[in-house]
């Protein structure tokens, strides 16, 4: 399994890419358990998605960064989550090169086959994940499991 496929690991990426360099701290309102985190962390690095330096001055302090590869799909999922919302993105902004071997990933994340899937159903599908996620969420905050 892929790490991207993990609970919290897409919301982990955007937070970094949003923020640059993080500590691990900063995560905690992605990801509540020092356990999960830890090991989403371990499996995002060893899939090349982050990398984590230490810090030479001070107390044993991490910086958590995107990797290129990370930083690509986090701005695929930025761009899904802006079509997902409604937002419109510039046509040119969507066509960049992408490396060698990333498209299919990002077509695995978004579950798009590449010719059998029109934009109009990957936006449909996306807008009904996002009020799965949405729900889920609400759940969350009344307490229900």
């Known amino acids: 399994m892929d790490s991207l496929d993990l609970k919290y690991a897409k919301s982990v990426l955007l937070r970094v890419a949003d923020r640059g360099a993080v500590k691990k701290s900063d995560l905690f309102d992605v990801v509540k358990s020092h356990q999960v985190l830890d090991n989403l962390l371990d499996a ?43 937002r419109s993105i510039p046509r040119e902004a969507v066509e960049v090169e992408i490396p060698e071997g990333i498209y299919e990933q990002i077509l695995r994340i978004l579950r798009l086959d ?32």
Not at 58 to 74: D, H, M, N
Not at 120 to 133: R, S
């Open 44 to 86: 995002l690095m060893e899939d090349e998605y982050l990398k984590i330096e230490k810090n030479e001055r001070g107390p044993r302090r991490y910086s958590i960064s995107l990797t290129a590869k990370g930083e690509v799909i986090a701005k695929k999922l930025r761009e899904a989550d802006k079509l997902a919302s409604g």
């Open 114 to 145: 590449k010719e059998e899937r029109s934009v109009e159903e990957f936006v449909l599908d996306a807008i009904k994940e996002k009020i799965k996620d949405w729900r889920n969420r609400n759940e969350e905050i009344e307490g229900h499991p």
